[in-house]
T-cell receptor, first 113, second 114 residues
């Protein structure tokens, strides 16, 4: 079955710096890759996603890149702010409907003021 | 919209007791998901429904777990009998469609089985 790895497990950056989180997946059939942000005591919230037919997608300070050949995708956050501090999860879909996800273990991002 | 509503927010029960978690999805959403989150296993999909019909329950850990969706606005996840290893945060999520449609998560139910 699909296996999603995520690195690093924790990441601390200074406010204003960039943060990069990387994920790899094992199933070449996976075709949809969302990223979720989870704040303390809350449920995960979608922040950006990418389909397998796209190499890069950007939304303001957040971007995601996908390398299908290497089976890895990355989240890039620029100009980090304290409110970016949270746990970030990558995921890969394992069914044709793009709704059954395998999640990575998460990255705890701390943005230091 | 109030978002996905889950109840209770916290549940403490003794081993062997029955536990029922409840979820009200966002109105108009056709898909409903139940997830479990633990430190050891991370975020796992247990089961999901489309138009009140279970589509994939391969993530349900064992027969002690059951889920129902009697109508479009209500779902339950039941554990009977509960065990300490069931302690986790259980999330319900809903979405309006297939890939590319955001799954909206509820605030979760923190279950502690002593």
């Amino acid at each position: 079955g699909e296996n999603v790895e995520q690195h690093p497990s924790t990441l601390s950056v200074q406010e204003g710096d960039s943060a990069v989180i990387k994920c790899t997946y094992s199933d070449s059939a996976s075709n949809y890759f969302p990223w979720y942000k989870q704040e303390l005591g809350k449920g995960p919230q979608l922040i950006i996603d990418i389909r397998s037919n796209v190499g890069e997608k950007k939304d303001q300070r957040i971007a995601v890149t996908l390398n299908k050949t290497a089976k890895h995708f990355s989240l890039h956050i620029t100009e980090t702010q304290p409110e970016d501090s949270a746990v970030y999860f990558c995921a890969a879909s394992i069914d044709n409907y793009g709704q059954n996800f395998v999640f990575g273990p998460g990255t705890r991002l701390s943005v230091l003021p | 919209d109030a978002g996905v509503i889950q109840s209770p927010r916290h549940e403490v029960t003794e081993m062997g007791q029955e536990v029922t978690l409840r979820c009200k999805p966002i109105s108009g959403h056709d898909y409903l998901f139940w997830y479990r989150q633990t430190m050891m296993r991370g975020l796992e999909l247990l089961i999901y429904f489309n138009n009140n019909v279970p589509i994939d329950d391969s993530g349900m850990p064992e027969d002690r777990f059951s889920a129902k969706m009697p109508n479009a606005s209500f779902s339950t996840l039941k554990i009977q009998p509960s065990e300490p290893r069931d302690s986790a945060v259980y999330f319900c999520a809903s979405s309006a469609g297939l890939a590319g449609y955001e799954q909206y998560f509820g605030p979760g139910t923190r279950l502690t089985v002593t």
